[in-house]
Every structure is written in structure tokens, then in C-alpha cells.
């Protein structure tokens, strides 16, 4: 299987402004315009249903005009979701500016993290929203293309961090890579949708974190992300002690770490052997 390139391409999105007041403005005024389509079409979706709801419809509720609707959205479907492409955005960026000695598992499960912060910002809204996408198909289908495009973000990231053309028998890092990624993907969805049927309620933060660590304790020293393999044999682990004879005298040497009762053992044969 054909894997991913190493270094992957920023998502494009529009919420991609320049770092300046004016860029920062027009970001902000965007995603509040993009939250306000989004209002009215769920208002529209609870109230008409789906299928009657139309796009000119909800840029009127909205105060909008059609085209404007278009600025910001491809279909009525994509208007309940107006924080994803921003969403993927900051998860990607947490990805950027990881530090080198974090391990890349820690890194994926801090990136998906914005994904819940952006559910958690408006629990109303979510609760409300995950409702619509249990009953519409459309939507539903919505929701997982938008599951997939995180899928893939943090495929990448953790197949960077292996030598991706070392397919080699016994060399399970990029299959390790991809599983990770998914499961890290699945944990958080499975948090996501308790949370959710449980009406927005209680701490989504720590049973993330839950999830999180089985996810790390399952897949973590599995995976040999960001460290160089090293073919030659390895040194023999040093002897907890060690005895010289000098004359009459046994000399025993033994590591501060070394069991109590190892080192006994060793100094009683070499007086057995005197």
C-alpha cells in the first residue's frame, strides 16, 4: 500500500489570514458569519426538516443574501459544521510547533483535542447538532468526510516520524502508524458521542484523558516514532556484581541499583569457589 508523503501540505482554508489585526478582523468576521448560517440552518432543519429546507431559506433567516451563502458554504449540509475547516486548522498547527522530545502519539491525542474544544465551546449547539445528524443521512454522511479529514491529518504526522520505504519483514512501524491513528481518532469520537447522549453533561476533558491513556498504553511502546533503529547487537546488560581475587581478599563490585540478594548470591559462590 502507497504511503503518504513525509512532509504534508497546510489545509487550505480560508481561515488561513495573514497574522495581522486586519487578517485576524476579517478571520473573526468570517467564522461569526459562517456561525450564523449555521444557526439558522439548524433552526430551519428543526423546524421544516431537512429535506424543505432550502439555501435561500436559510441566507434569509440569516439576513444574508444567496451568494453570500456560497461565500462560505458549497451545500446546505456543509452549513451545520462551520467550524471544521478552522478546527482542522489549529490541530494542524499544534501538530507544526510540537516539541522534538514529545513523543508523536502525545502529540496526535493534544491535536485532537481542539476537536472536542470545539464541541465543548457550545453544548447546546452540539447536543442539538448531533441530534440533526442521527435523523438526516445527508448530514450524517457530512460528519464522517469531516472525521476522515482528521483521520488523515494525523495519519501523516505519525507516519512522518518512520522511515516509510523500510518495509521489511518484521518491520511494523507504518502499519503501527496508521492504527494509531485511528484508534486515537475513535477514542476521541466514542468520548465525543457519550458526551453528547448524556445531553453535554459532565467532564469531557478527563474521560478524554481516559481514553487517551489506554489508547497510549495500547499503542505507545509499540511504536518507535522519532528514534533512529539502531541494526548493530546491542551491548550486554552489565552484571549486577563482580568479584576479584586478590591474595586472601575477594573484592566485589555491584551496581547501586543491583537486588540485595544478587549481590549475596555472587559473593557466597565465589567464597564456595575460594
Not at 204 to 225: M, N, Y
Request: glycine content about 4%.
Amino acid at each position: 500500500m502507497s504511503q503518504p508523503a513525509k512532509t504534508s501540505p497546510r489545509t487550505s482554508s480560508a481561515s488561513d489570514a495573514p497574522e495581522t489585526p486586519a487578517g485576524t478582523k476579517a478571520a473573526a468576521q468570517r467564522l461569526k458569519m459562517r456561525r450564523e448560517l449555521a444557526a439558522a440552518a439548524m433552526e430551519l432543519f428543526a423546524t421544516k426538516g431537512y429535506e424543505a429546507t432550502t439555501v435561500d431559506e436559510i441566507a434569509s433567516v440569516a439576513g444574508v443574501a444567496r451568494r453570500t451563502f456560497f461565500r462560505h458554504f458549497r451545500s446546505k449540509e456543509e452549513a451545520i459544521f462551520p467550524d471544521h475547516d478552522d478546527t482542522l486548522t489549529r490541530a494542524e498547527a499544534v501538530l507544526d510547533v510540537a516539541p522534538a522530545h514529545e513523543h508523536p502519539l502525545d502529540t496526535v491525542c493534544r491535536g485532537i483535542k481542539e476537536v472536542m474544544k470545539m464541541y465543548a465551546a457550545s453544548p447546546a449547539v452540539s447536543v442539538e447538532r448531533y441530534r440533526l445528524t442521527r435523523e438526516v443521512p445527508a448530514l450524517r454522511e457530512r460528519e464522517i468526510a469531516s472525521v476522515a479529514r482528521y483521520e488523515r491529518l494525523f495519519t501523516r504526522y505519525l507516519l512522518a516520524h518512520f522511515d516509510e520505504q523500510d518495509h521489511h519483514d518484521g518491520n511494523d512501524d507504518p502499519l503501527l502508524a496508521e492504527v494509531a491513528a485511528s484508534a486515537v481518532v475513535t477514542a476521541h469520537n466514542h468520548v465525543l458521542r457519550r458526551w453528547l447522549r448524556a445531553g453535554g453533561q459532565g467532564d469531557v476533558e478527563a474521560q478524554l484523558d481516559h481514553a487517551f491513556a489506554i489508547v497510549r498504553k495500547t499503542f505507545g511502546s509499540g511504536i518507535g516514532a522519532g528514534r533512529t533503529l539502531n541494526t548493530a547487537s546491542p551491548a550486554p546488560a552489565p552484571e549486577p556484581a563482580s568479584v576479584r581475587t586478590r591474595g586472601e581478599v575477594l573484592v566485589a563490585v555491584a551496581r547501586t541499583d543491583a537486588p540485595l540478594d544478587e549481590v549475596m548470591r555472587t559473593i557466597e559462590e565465589a567464597l564456595r569457589n575460594k
